[in-house]
């Protein structure tokens, strides 16, 4: 069973990222506050779930939820700033979405660059330890699947609705038969001969 959160008294947020490792698409980073009596038998780690279900916890999530936001951050934000800058970025925009605003923040991993003033903790694996973090990692996930599923109606070659955008057999093959998109991650190694010269 997850807790609810660290920090009973504090209003609290859980804030976490998905699409880290992909090629294309942005990274999307989402953050929660839950009422004190949320409860859901399902709630964990949107990794551990089926795509059924995550989605019908979007819907739960968004109903009840004191307040969540969600933000998308895109190749060339990436490409600039790194992937890690970019999903800590993610959750800042995240958070700042939220009313009221967190008096303590609740972070899925290990790095995280301060929120103004206000305190936080990175939790390693948090997302199967508090359900805010939960409930963040499951926004995250479904809101950057839809857009890659969006996406995949332009580039269908790429196979985005399977993939979302992660490095498999498939999306590889494509990339070196049909190149790049815009939405590729310019500063990602898309195919592994990218090290090697033709010499």
Request: with cysteine.
């Amino acid at each position: 069973m997850l807790k609810l959160k660290i920090h009973k008294l504090l209003i609290e947020c859980g804030t976490d990222e998905a699409g880290r490792g992909c090629l294309s698409g942005p990274v999307t980073a989402a953050a929660v506050i839950l009422p004190d009596d949320f409860k859901h038998p399902w709630l964990t780690d949107s990794k551990q779930l089926s795509e059924k279900k995550r989605m019908e916890l979007k819907h739960i999530i968004e109903a009840e939820a004191i307040s969540f936001g969600v933000c998308h951050v895109m190749m060339e934000e990436i490409d600039k700033i790194n992937i890690l800058n970019a999903s800590i970025l993610g959750m800042h925009r995240s958070i700042e979405q939220l009313q009221p605003q967190p008096q303590f923040i609740a972070i899925d991993g290990n790095r995280f660059k301060p929120y103004g003033k206000t305190p936080y903790e990175t939790v390693i694996k948090g997302d199967g330890k508090y359900q805010h973090i939960a409930a963040a990692s499951i926004l995250a996930k479904t809101y950057r699947d839809l857009y890659m599923v969006e996406l995949d109606a332009k580039f269908p070659e790429y196979g985005w609705k399977q993939n979302k955008g992660y490095p498999t057999k498939a999306h590889r093959a494509a990339i070196r038969e049909y190149g790049p998109t815009s939405f590729h991650r310019k500063s990602f190694r898309l195919l592994p001969e990218q090290l090697r010269l033709d010499i």
